[in-house]
């Protein structure tokens, strides 16, 4: 079996992350811990964390890194984190929120952190264009003639666009990226631990750049 990792991935939204992480997961044999996911989930339940998560996620901004940062140390002291590893996909967004994960993994720290390097036009292109089952969370890529309904291929549930995904709300969110975000890039590379890899492309040349970086850094620790 792989010896399991621990990694934090970063990009734009709509770089790819999701689905290079899920493979990511299925190659390493640990959990893909998604903080989108995980607020997303919050905000169907109507929980307490889920109305405010809503409210702010709907108009494209970020949560406070006290929120974040209680919501992943409760994921990350689970046994299947803790014995394996994990692979974070959201998190961390800020410096701050960085400093506070390295304070958790201070017995185990990080393999490596993976900047998924995508140009924003195209995040914008792929992020506005996509649709999301409303029960089963399936993700779809809209067509220029595609209806304005559609059924789930998977459920049967309603196919929509999130309201966190309209060229407005991207474009916000995007800007929150390149201002309060790119830093961690610097705050990775200052610690010998970023690895910045082309995005683009097809998924399975993708996740062969992916491994790679990865397996190399793990080589060298």
Do not use: W
């Not at 621990?6 to 790819?16: E, T």
């Not at 984190?81 to 974070?88: D, H, K, Y």
């Not at 960085?98 to 998924?116: Q, T, W």
Request: glycine share 10%.
């Amino acid at each position: 079996m792989i010896q399991g990792v621990r990694l934090v991935i970063l990009g734009r939204q709509g770089a790819g992350k999701g689905t290079q992480c899920v493979r990511l997961s299925n190659h390493y044999v640990v959990p893909h811990i998604s903080t989108g996911d995980m607020l997303r989930a919050a905000v169907r339940e109507g929980t307490e964390l889920g109305r405010v998560a809503g409210e702010i996620m709907n108009t494209g901004g970020l949560l406070p890194d006290e929120i974040m940062v209680g919501i992943v140390g409760e994921r990350l002291s689970r046994p299947d984190a803790e014995r394996r590893g994990f692979i974070l996909d959201g998190f961390p967004r800020t410096v701050g929120q960085a400093e506070s994960l390295g304070a958790m993994l201070s017995d185990s720290p990080l393999d490596l952190a993976i900047d998924l390097d995508v140009p924003r036009e195209l995040v914008l292109e792929r992020i506005s264009s996509r649709r999301v089952c409303r029960d089963c969370g399936s993700n779809y890529a809209a067509s220029r003639n595609e209806p304005p309904t559609r059924i789930c291929d998977r459920c049967g549930g309603d196919v929509v666009q999130r309201d966190d995904d309209t060229p407005e709300a991207v474009n916000k969110r995007l800007d929150l990226y390149d201002t309060q975000t790119t830093p961690l890039i610097n705050f990775y590379n200052a610690k010998g631990l970023l690895a910045v890899i082309n995005g683009v492309g097809h998924p399975d040349h993708v996740l062969d750049r992916l491994v790679a970086a990865i397996d190399e850094a793990r080589d060298r620790r």
